[in-house]
């Protein structure tokens, strides 16, 4: 979709923005995250991971970056602290010396469990129907989808 360049002459205003309202959104969801998560003792990125990994079990760290739209330099500290953690297990690849399997430990599967209940505390956190939250993350994938064409 194409969309005309509107020139506006005015210093822009903060609570005019879209992306201050995304940015304080985002902390907003993280702060939620932070205080869910806290009895599990984990972080929210590695709460992803193990999302990642409950899907399917033994990646390459290149396909867990792909999902979380994160790069091998960002996530390996993260991946180190997680199987100090023994959330994880990391073992090079027999045919590929380069790449790095990621595995779920029996600890980090048996979180799942623990994590069954968050979208249920986040849905009601956020005060909206399923629907409505269905809708709004359709609405964000589009949103990132055209900001990762255009950036």
Same mark, same amino acid.
């Given at each position: 979709?194409? =969309?005309?360049?509107?020139?506006?002459?005015?210093?822009?205003?903060?609570?005019?923005?879209?992306?201050?309202?995304?940015?304080?959104?985002?902390?907003?969801?993280?702060?939620?995250?932070?205080?869910?998560?806290?009895?599990?003792?984990?972080?929210?990125?590695?709460?992803?991971?193990?999302?990642?990994?409950?899907?399917?079990?033994?990646?390459?760290?290149?396909?867990?970056?792909?999902?979380?739209?994160?790069?091998?330099?960002?996530?390996?500290?993260?991946?180190?602290?997680?199987?100090?953690? /023994?959330?994880? =297990?990391? /073992?090079?690849?027999? %045919?590929? /010396?380069?790449?790095?399997?990621?595995?779920?430990?029996?600890?980090? %599967?048996?979180?799942?469990?623990?994590?069954?209940?968050?979208?249920?505390?986040?849905?009601?956190?956020?005060?909206?129907?399923?629907?409505?939250?269905?809708?709004?993350?359709?609405?964000?994938?589009?949103?990132?989808?055209?900001?990762?064409?255009?950036?």
């Amino acid at each position: 979709m194409e =969309t005309k360049s509107h020139k506006i002459n005015q210093v822009p205003q903060l609570d005019g923005q879209l992306c201050f309202a995304l940015y304080s959104t985002s902390l907003a969801m993280s702060k939620l995250y932070r205080k869910l998560l806290r009895k599990m003792g984990i972080t929210y990125s590695q709460y992803l991971v193990l999302m990642v990994l409950w899907q399917r079990d033994e990646l390459t760290v290149s396909d867990i970056g792909a999902h979380l739209y994160l790069d091998s330099a960002t996530l390996t500290p993260l991946l180190k602290r997680m199987e100090a953690l /023994e959330l994880i =297990t990391r /073992e090079r690849a027999a %045919n590929d /010396e380069r790449q790095v399997i990621i595995s779920l430990t029996k600890t980090g %599967n048996a979180m799942r469990k623990q994590a069954a209940e968050l979208p249920n505390s986040v849905l009601c956190a956020i005060e909206c129907m399923p629907e409505q939250a269905i809708d709004l993350k359709m609405r964000l994938e589009a949103l990132r989808a055209s900001l990762m064409k255009n950036a």
